[in-house]
């Protein structure tokens, strides 16, 4: 299920005019699960805390439940983990992705590569 | 085929670090086969002269010949259409689209939207 380069796919579920999870807040859900902590999801993800921050709290408001847990910290600051149904949801997109990403080697999309070139043509001098 | 509502999903091709064709350049080529001229397909998309006149430029640039063909025009102004390659493009990404969509009628897609909510909760004085 690999996708072909030249080919992307960006998939954005929307919660009205909300985007609930698409390919940076997946990405920042796996940093969160790996620092166990937002703050250092930003570091890693080389964003701004409030900004992480911001995208965990539409995350939260958009599902049935919250994606991300924090709990109060030691001495070294509050710490965050993924949810039972955060990792649902990002087993679920990361599935879809890849179904979608396997959607690549169609004819269509065959077709498509075959008529694109390596690299764009050089503007004309007018 | 049709989309979930909740679920967005962006198919672009690149041309190295070009993107060769999207949504709205898709769209841009609807509008000039439509229209007959790049500067009327600009007008009804809502988009400056030459803004549509660049993301001509860049298709015309990525694919094997180009995908729009102008001409010297009248006393109105020059013609534009949509060459023989551009119509085949443009076919195989809208099949190419129509294809990832069906793909929201899936296990993992239903899931995802079985656990959205209608509308963000409202965000909690702090």
Redesign the interface.
């Known amino acids: 299920m690999t996708q072909r380069?030249?080919?992307?796919?960006?998939?954005?579920?929307?919660?009205?005019d909300?985007i609930?999870?698409g390919p940076g807040k997946a990405d920042l859900l796996d940093a969160i699960a790996r620092e166990g902590s937002i703050s250092g999801a930003a570091r890693v993800m080389g964003m701004s805390y409030r900004r992480a921050w911001l995208l965990v709290?539409?995350m939260?408001?958009?599902?049935?439940g919250p994606l991300v847990e924090t709990f109060p910290g030691s001495a070294r600051g509050g710490g965050a983990k993924v949810s039972a149904?955060g990792e649902?949801?990002l087993q679920?997109?990361r599935?879809?992705q890849a179904?979608?990403a396997g959607?690549?080697s169609?004819d269509?999309?065959r077709?498509?590569d075959a008529?694109?070139?390596?690299?764009?043509?050089?503007?004309q001098p007018e």
């Open positions: 380069p030249g080919i992307k796919i960006k998939l954005q579920l929307y919660c009205a909300a609930a999870m709290d539409v939260n408001r958009c599902w049935s149904l649902a949801v679920h997109y599935a879809l179904r979608l959607d690549t169609c269509d999309a077709a498509l008529l694109l070139r390596d690299a764009p043509l050089e503007r």
